[in-house]
């Protein structure tokens, strides 16, 4: 069955350094997404992605976050200047062209210290 | 704006027992409804969806029903399982680019 491939699965950084969290979304989906998940709260969305251009960010996203599919397989979440509360896990997900559901990868535990 | 919101956890009952989750939500429009499951150590995995009112998805033995009327889309089980432990999200999706909006997650604990 095909499935979202997120890695690492766990990163530690150290606060003000730039990481990268890799996703390889189902070949055949067009829409990519990022959210995270403070320990003990809810699942917050962040970003989504559509023909090669962020179609919705949230709040969140801001300047030091980015996202890029560059290579047309992978889909990565880039945060520029990590701080304390980034500390998240960070889940991939992709949808097909009819967006019927969306697949969500096993997450990438972030710590900042 | 929209939201959703589910009761807090943790529930904890029997094997055999019965099981609901509510979940009720605000959003403008007609928005598609989910829940998704998160077992121990594992990513989010759709469980069932609906995307009109008085649709009633199921799956493993789980059901849930949108109700326009009460903006609800409370998730039952009749007899669950130990392996029916896990956190569960209820989520609304309201946009053409699929974005899903979350409650705070059930997490529910069956005992032998």
């Known amino acids: 069955e095909p499935e979202v491939t997120q890695t690492p699965s766990h990163q530690v950084t150290q606060m003000g350094q730039e990481v990268i969290l890799r996703c390889v979304p189902i070949?055949?989906?067009?829409?990519f997404y990022w959210y995270r998940q403070i320990l003990g709260q809810k699942v917050e969305f962040l970003v989504s992605?559509?023909?090669?251009?962020?179609?919705?960010k949230s709040e969140i996203f801001d300047d030091q976050f980015s996202v890029e599919r560059p290579d047309g397989s992978n889909f990565t979440l880039k945060i520029r200047s990590t701080k304390l509360e980034d500390s998240a896990m960070y889940f991939c997900?992709?949808?097909?062209?009819?967006?019927?559901?969306?697949?969500f990868g096993q997450g990438t535990r972030l710590t900042v210290v | 704006g929209n939201s959703v919101t589910q009761m807090e956890g943790p529930v904890t009952l029997s094997e055999e027992a019965f099981l609901t989750i509510n979940c009720t939500y605000t959003?403008?429009?007609?928005?598609?409804l989910f829940w998704y499951v998160q077992y121990p150590g594992e990513g989010l995995q759709l469980l069932l969806k609906?995307?009109?009112?008085?649709d009633k998805g199921s799956n493993k033995g789980f059901e849930a029903t949108y109700r326009k009327e009460t903006t609800s889309f409370h998730l039952e089980k009749g007899s669950v399982q130990v392996s029916d432990s896990a956190v569960y999200f209820c989520?609304?999706?309201?946009?053409?680019?699929?974005?899903?909006?979350f409650g705070a997650g059930t997490q529910v604990v069956v005992t032998p």
């Open positions: 997900a992709s949808s097909d062209p009819l967006l019927t559901e969306a697949f």
């Open positions: 070949s055949n989906h067009l829409y």
């Open positions: 992605f559509y023909n090669n251009e962020i179609s919705e």
């Open positions: 959003a403008t429009g007609y928005p598609s």
């Open positions: 609906a995307t009109k009112a008085d």
């Open positions: 989520a609304l999706s309201d946009n053409s680019w699929g974005k899903l909006q």
